[in-house]
């Protein structure tokens, strides 16, 4: 008999939705940093796109020259066209401007910038192949036998397959290895904010400043991978590692990784260690484009709203927070002019609980000026949609720039201040300086985000 129009539409449904959700089994790991015994293990080995968890290995190998004296943590790194033509996440820097590591690492971790982790590529090893083939060899030598790289920020390669790849088991070796390895440098991990110039970045972690004893470490978002985060909670002198791999949204993610900390924190017995874990065969991770980002679901994921009040955490995950950001700096290009480079992409929806983005990216030209010295200015036009036109023409001038939707910049003449070194576990002390812009807009597409 043939089904009555309703009946089709009541199956239409409920197929486009089991397309639209990631596989119930997505990969999971909850492992003991100190001794890498494994709490609980759901498709630990299943090959999955890192996406951002990526810069996770970036921040090893950087900090590993630090340790090994090839790189110094206050060293300039001078931005290149290389870095620039990253795609959003990034922070925009005009061609020849200076970073140093040390502020370099803290915004590759809190905003997720892809240019960045190319800039400290460069800085490290000469070179981002180079800096790729250290990135494989010290994965196999750590012990994350299902792992490849071919990047330093988890961008997806196209045309052609993706051969970047990963598991939750590799994943959770690495976040051991950093604490262990570096443990100096864990306050990196629970960064909840930095700030540039008059602009407060947010860390993509929901559950910093959230979760009780929330202490790291990274998320990571591209269409294939879904929703990913390698998360690490504190509870006296326990520490544990959460890698959730596949989530629907930012929201869920940071659900499910809460979820398996109280299973893992109550936990008596372990599973045996994440070295234990047998690996998996299989060609190709498991890709959700489709699922995340094609057009076919598009209207499907549109009409999805969550819950307030689904899950007991939901709540305070959606809440907004007060943050306590840490100074970050970058240094003018020589003789450049002041014009910042247009955004080339977009980027990850943003948590629910973030301040919404404009959809015109965030645009400061690029001058070096000491503390005091600039007086930064909202425009009258407040929101993109309709800006109404100024009685009276702007000035034009090299120091200062003004569009509907930009920030207008006021420069005293006076000269930059002096180079300091940054002092251990402590904001850069370089000299104070406006960037170039930082883009970060409101939608996902394919092949232009990592988080």
């Known amino acids: 008999m043939p089904q009555s129009p309703a009946r089709r539409a009541v199956a239409w449904l409920a197929a486009t939705l089991a397309l639209v959700a990631p596989a119930a089994a997505n990969p999971l790991v909850v492992a003991d940093v100190a001794t890498g015994q494994v709490l609980e293990a759901q498709e630990p080995t299943v090959p999955w796109y890192p ?167 990274k998320t990571g978002y591209v269409c294939s991978s879904g929703f990913n985060v390698v998360a690490t909670a504190t509870r006296g002198s326990r520490r544990l590692v959460t890698v959730v791999l596949g989530a629907p949204t930012p929201i869920e993610r940071s659900e499910t990784a809460i979820d398996a900390f109280e299973r893992g924190f109550a936990a008596t017995s372990a599973r045996g260690t994440l070295a234990s874990l047998p690996d998996v065969t299989a060609a190709f991770p498991v890709d959700l484009r489709e699922q995340m980002c094609g057009k076919s679901t598009a209207k499907i994921r549109a009409a999805r709203k969550l819950d307030p009040n689904g899950h007991p955490w939901r709540p305070i995950l959606m809440a907004k927070t007060q943050v306590n950001p840490v100074m970050v700096y970058a240094t003018p290009a020589p003789n450049a002019p002041q014009v910042a480079a247009k955004p080339s992409g977009l980027d990850e929806d943003p948590p629910a609980f973030a301040p919404k983005a404009s959809t015109t990216p965030a645009l400061i030209p690029g001058a070096a000026v000491k503390p005091g010295s600039a007086k930064v200015k909202p425009l009258k036009a407040a929101t993109p949609q309709k800006a109404k036109a100024s009685a009276k023409a702007p000035k034009k001038t090299a120091a200062s720039t003004e569009k509907k939707g930009r920030v207008k910049i006021e420069l005293t003449p006076k000269s930059a201040g002096p180079t300091l070194s940054p002092g251990p576990n402590a904001a850069s002390n370089s000299p104070v300086a406006v960037p170039g812009g930082i883009y970060r807009n409101a939608a996902p597409t394919e092949g232009k985000s990592s988080f």
């Open 51 to 217: 996406a951002s968890l990526t810069k996770l290995m970036t921040t090893y190998v950087v900090l590993q020259a630090i340790e090994n004296g090839k790189l110094r943590r206050d060293a300039p790194l001078v931005y290149s066209a290389r870095a620039q033509a990253e795609p959003p996440s990034k922070m925009g820097f005009q061609v020849g401007q200076t970073v140093t590591v040390d502020d370099a690492l803290k915004m590759l971790m809190v905003q997720s910038a892809n240019d960045i982790a190319f800039l400290l590529a460069e800085g490290a090893s000469g070179s981002v192949e180079g800096f790729v083939a250290e990135m494989n060899a010290t994965a196999r030598r750590i012990g994350m036998t299902s792992t490849n790289f071919v990047n330093p920020n988890g961008l997806p390669v196209r045309p052609g397959p993706d051969l970047q790849r990963t598991t939750a088991r590799d994943m959770a070796v690495l976040a051991t290895r950093l604490y262990r390895d570096f443990p100096q440098w864990a306050g990196l991990f629970s960064l909840d904010a930095i700030q540039i110039g008059d602009r407060i970045l947010r860390n993509h972690n929901g559950l910093v400043g959230r979760y009780p004893g929330t202490d790291g470490m």
